[in-house]
């Protein structure tokens, strides 16, 4: 088995402490809250401001970075990123707080997708779909022991320990990535492609940027981007009440099976990048969408023949989080196909903001869906991912269809 080069651990480092940081307050709400004395409520938009300034500001940031390396962009927000996570121990109010959480929002929104941008750009053509998903690999992993591990360091050294734990991660991408990401053009590796030999993300102008993100192909993909992430994002957030009421179980069982899920978006992750090497980045979209569908309608079925034995629910729970994961890393080797490496960097920074756009219309989703019946979950979800499915496949057909036109006009 061929292991990735340092650099891209490096990057799925870089990824793994952004999502960490992301939802790390999650873990430590009660103390936080108590320590500063507002309520739980108000720690919880630490959260949703974080959240929101990384959205707004991906796309902001791409544009005005367009002129400093990828690499350089990246180091310097790991540095700011780190610095406003390891100062946590020293602010003393919420609004200190909320202004160095902020902070930490804007340098993340120019890592990840730099990140992205890097691997996709740089790695070999014939393993493109591989080093996105080590990538991805690192968001998987920040849910699955990131965000855990933040809470354990919260409740044995004090709240603001969790944060500190971030920065520490922070220094150490900071280090290896230093140490290991190439440095200007050129390829990385022999096997990348001709076209790839640019700086990625380095457009020759703005308007060289946005000209690929505007196609209608690129904006096909955004669409499918939101629309998947909101139907994953409508079953997820809601997932710990579904699971109660179809299986049962006391709270440790339903920890345990949200850990083995967990699990399985990992292996979801990995099997994406090769699938997208081997049978390419639509096919392999396609494919997990359909899988996630037919697993939310497993789910229904379970509800209705409730109380169901928890393994047969866990089973299938593992093959929604595989597809669900499985997702992101073919949608993003879609889009760079489209927009070329130079426009790479903006291409995931926009991106990455439909994900949070597709997060917060799925936890829309599925609590009006909630609010009628738990139930209604699973057919929410997938009537959601099965529009994002329609969507490629429309996008794919016209694609396809444009270009032997263009042929035959040839």
Not at 124 to 142: D, I, K, Q, S
Not at 373 to 398: E, I, K, N, Q, Y
Request: proline share 5%; charged share 10%; net charge positive.
């Amino acid at each position: 088995m061929r292991l990735p080069p340092l650099w891209i651990l490096a990057l799925a480092l870089a990824a793994f402490t952004i999502q960490t940081d992301d939802f790390i307050v999650l873990g430590v709400l009660p103390e936080l809250a108590d320590d500063l004395s507002v309520s739980e409520t108000a720690a919880g938009q630490l959260v949703t401001v974080y959240s929101l300034t990384y959205a707004v500001t991906a796309p902001l940031w791409a544009l005005l970075l367009t002129r400093l390396p990828t690499r350089a962009a990246l180091l310097t927000a790991l540095a700011v990123f780190s610095a406003a996570n390891l100062v946590v121990p020293l602010v003393d109010t919420y609004t200190q707080l909320m202004a160095v959480r902020v902070v930490a929002a804007l340098a993340g929104a120019v890592v990840l997708p730099a990140a992205l941008a890097l691997a996709g750009a740089r790695a070999p053509r014939e393993r493109r779909g591989r080093y996105l998903a080590t990538v991805m690999t690192g968001l998987t992993a920040a849910v699955l022991l990131g965000v855990p591990a933040g809470a354990w360091a919260g409740a044995a050294l004090g709240w603001a320990a969790a944060f500190v734990l971030c920065g520490v991660l922070g220094v150490l991408a900071l280090v290896v990535g230093g140490r290991t990401l190439p440095e200007g053009g050129g390829r990385v590796e022999s096997g990348a492609a001709a076209d790839e030999e640019t700086e990625a993300g380095q457009p020759a102008s703005a308007r060289g940027l946005l000209s690929p993100l505007v196609a209608p192909s690129v904006a096909v993909l955004l669409l499918a981007t939101v629309l998947a992430v909101a139907g994953n994002l409508a079953f997820q957030t809601y997932l710990s009440p579904f699971l109660a009421d179809t299986a049962g179980g006391t709270p440790h069982t339903l920890a345990a099976v949200l850990v083995v899920a967990g699990a399985g978006g990992v292996l979801g992750t990995q099997g994406a990048g090769r699938a997208v090497d081997r049978f390419g980045a639509e096919r392999t979209l396609c494919l997990t969408l359909a899988v996630f569908c037919v697993a939310m309608a497993v789910l229904a079925l379970t509800w209705n023949a409730r109380p169901v034995p928890i393994l047969l629910v866990t089973a299938v729970l593992v093959v929604w989080s595989a597809a669900a994961w499985a997702a992101p890393p073919a949608l993003q080797a879609l889009v760079l196909d489209r927009v070329g490496p130079r426009a790479a960097t903006p291409a995931m920074a926009v991106q990455s903001s439909s994900v949070h756009v597709g997060a917060a219309l799925g936890g829309v989703l599925g609590g009006a869906a909630v609010a009628v019946s738990t139930g209604l979950l699973p057919a929410a979800a997938a009537s959601t991912a099965a529009l994002a499915l329609l969507v490629v496949m429309a996008g794919g057909r016209r694609g396809r269809w444009s270009r032997s036109r263009s042929a035959a006009a040839g």
